[in-house]
């Protein structure tokens, strides 16, 4: 039998996990019974796609783009990626489109080797850049994180050298995983 964690404890979960998006869907189910309030789903997919390890977030954004759903608005794709240096002015954009956004936050991080490979998810901010010692404008109501490389020593290499493949799976899996609990939670 299935053990869900409860809504407050981060949900942690491997993207080989064949259960996977099942958690993550569940839990953000719950977490998108907010918008029932007429708050406005916004997704934002955070990193680059000058950086292989970086490039989560715009790959799960470009591949819930081909999904073309009116029910979320999204920021952040491979063609028109959020990061460091537009993050500020795409926070103001959203902001200014959308009143009462409930924000999800996507990003790729590093972190222990036993962690490469699993998506965190919990509620409040994520915070960008902090895998590379940089300070940005946290982002979310809720987020969701990958594990994508070891951290603590040369970050910005170890971005370089991530396998695309772990990185595109996990991303594909946060983007269904996103899409059965819009499908399933939200009003048409």
């Known amino acids: 039998m299935l053990s869900l964690p409860t809504d407050k404890a981060p949900l942690k979960v491997s993207y080989t996990d064949p259960t996977a998006s099942l958690q993550i869907s569940a839990r953000l189910a719950r977490f998108f019974q907010e918008l029932h309030d007429g ?24 591949v819930l783009s081909r999904y073309s759903s ?3 608005h999204l ?3 491979l063609e028109n990626p959020v990061h460091a240096r537009n993050l500020d002015d795409t926070l103001v954009r959203l902001h200014n489109e959308i009143e ?11 972190g222990k080797s036993s962690s490469v490979g699993c998506i965190l998810l919990g509620e409040g901010p994520i915070h960008p850049g902090a895998g590379v010692n940089k300070q940005l404008t946290p982002v979310g109501d809720a987020h969701l994180s990958a594990v994508v490389n070891v951290g603590g020593f040369m970050e910005y290499h170890v971005l370089q050298s991530t396998r695309l493949h772990v990185v595109m799976s996990m ?3 946060i983007a269904a995983s996103l899409m059965n609990a819009v499908n399933s939670s939200l009003p048409r």
């Not at 009462?100 to 590093?110: E, K, N, T, W």
């Open 39 to 62: 708050r406005r789903l916004a997704i934002v997919c955070l990193g680059t796609d000058r950086s292989t390890g970086d490039s989560l977030g715009p790959l799960a954004g470009t």
């Open 70 to 72: 009116r029910r979320f």
């Open 75 to 77: 920021y952040g794709t």
């Open 100 to 110: 009462r956004p409930y924000v999800v936050g996507i990003d790729a991080c590093l």
């Open 171 to 173: 991303a594909e899996l």
